[in-house]
């Protein structure tokens, strides 16, 4: 990760993205349940503003609390590195699970079309 901005585009853009494709197939295919789609689009939105509130945290310890600056350095990259991690688990894991939601409100005819053009490729 670059910086704090970026990954906060990034959230964004992912969610920005899946939300269109939700709109687009919302008005596009014939079948899906509008209401169901409209609160994945709030999923979504509820997805990207926790997500992106959660980008920001600090270490709670100082370098008094360590022997040494070196082992004060050492524990704060551990901590962002896992508190990182998490962060990306929990996004990837609720991106999936909407995935998969939106999957669920297409139509049989559709899915078998989109495994049909997948499966061209």
Do not use: W
Not at 40 to 65: C, E, G, M, W, Y
Request: aromatic residues 6%; glycine residues 2%.
């Amino acid at each position: 990760m670059a910086n704090k901005r970026s990954l906060k585009k990034q959230i964004r853009y992912i969610c920005g993205s899946i939300a269109g494709e939700c709109l687009i197939a919302r008005e596009m295919i014939e079948g899906i349940d509008t209401e169901k789609m409209n609160n994945i689009v709030l999923h979504l939105a509820t997805l990207q503003s926790s997500a992106i509130q959660n980008v920001s945290f600090s270490f709670d310890k100082t370098p008094r609390d360590f022997d040494s600056l070196r082992a004060y350095h050492k524990a704060a990259r551990t901590y962002h590195a896992q508190a990182y991690a998490k962060l990306r688990d929990e996004f990837n894991n609720n991106i999936q699970l909407i995935i998969k939601d939106m999957n669920s409100l297409l139509p049989q005819a559709q899915r078998e079309e989109n495994k049909k053009n997948a499966s061209a490729k």
